[in-house]
């Protein structure tokens, strides 16, 4: 049975830091792309950032470039996601998603990804 889990959510102030981790089970992901997304109350869900199968090509959302940092291990199965300089608007549940495809591309789409974990909660406080 795949599953992702995602762990390392919670409260921080506007500033702050936190790595988010995910971890695969089920089933070798190593060849797949992975990705982050996020959905806030009331909100659809969005693309954050993407990581290739090898971690040699990634892309985020102009909303986090420069913050946000994705990286992966395959070996452990476990992609993260370090998020730095927070702000409010980052607020939200996080998923991470395992791609249909190797990489390539943007990937910036939620139809573009086959597996999702349930989710961490991040809340940015003022």
Same mark, same amino acid.
């Given at each position: 049975?795949?599953?992702?889990?995602?762990?390392?959510?919670?409260?921080? &102030?506007?500033?702050?830091?936190?790595?988010?981790?995910?971890?695969?089970?089920?089933?070798?992901?190593?060849?797949?792309?992975?990705?982050?997304?996020? &959905?806030?109350?009331?909100?659809?869900?969005?693309?954050?950032?993407?990581?290739?199968?090898?971690?040699?090509?990634?892309?985020?959302?102009?909303?986090?470039?420069?913050?946000?940092?994705?990286?992966?291990?395959?070996?452990?199965?476990?992609?993260?996601?370090?998020?730095?300089?927070?702000?409010?608007?980052?607020?939200?549940?996080?998923?991470?998603?395992?791609?249909?495809?190797?990489?390539?591309?943007?990937?910036?789409?939620?139809?573009?990804?086959?597996?999702?974990? &349930?989710?961490? &909660?991040?809340?940015?406080?003022?």
């Amino acid at each position: 049975q795949v599953q992702l889990v995602e762990s390392g959510g919670g409260l921080v &102030q506007a500033g702050g830091s936190l790595r988010l981790t995910c971890a695969t089970s089920g089933r070798s992901f190593k060849y797949n792309a992975m990705g982050w997304f996020r &959905q806030a109350p009331g909100k659809e869900r969005e693309f954050v950032a993407f990581i290739d199968w090898i971690g040699s090509n990634t892309n985020y959302a102009d909303s986090v470039k420069g913050r946000f940092t994705i990286s992966r291990d395959n070996a452990k199965s476990t992609v993260d996601l370090q998020m730095n300089s927070l702000k409010p608007e980052d607020s939200a549940v996080y998923y991470c998603a395992v791609g249909y495809y190797a990489g390539g591309g943007r990937r910036t789409l939620p139809s573009e990804y086959a597996y999702w974990g &349930q989710g961490t &909660q991040v809340t940015v406080s003022s």
